[in-house]
């Protein structure tokens, strides 16, 4: 009791809380989206090497719109969400 009563005199009666910052909800390299994204791209280019009726060019933008659809869902899962976590 008496370690509180010190402490707020030193801060003038302001009660100071613990700062917190807030941090990914989870990285991103430990979702299920991040690996599906991967096989999905890697059986992509495989389909693309086995089937010579892809074009190269096909195949990588089939990659990309794969990549960027990957980015937006996890812009869209993140929007609005927060963790906070102490900086202890």
């Not at 003038?12 to 096989?39: C, D, H, N, Q």
């Amino acid at each position: 009791m008496s370690t509180q009563v010190a402490d707020r005199e030193l801060t003038r009666g302001r009660v100071e809380r613990p700062k917190t910052s807030w941090a990914e909800t989870k990285p991103s390299f430990l979702t299920t989206e991040f690996y599906a994204m991967i096989g999905v791209i890697i059986a992509t280019i495989v389909a693309g090497q086995a089937n010579h009726s892809w074009h190269d060019r096909w195949v990588w933008q089939v990659v990309a719109a794969i990549a960027v659809g990957y980015m937006v869902s996890r812009g869209l899962a993140k929007s609005g969400s927060a963790d906070g976590r102490d900086n202890n």
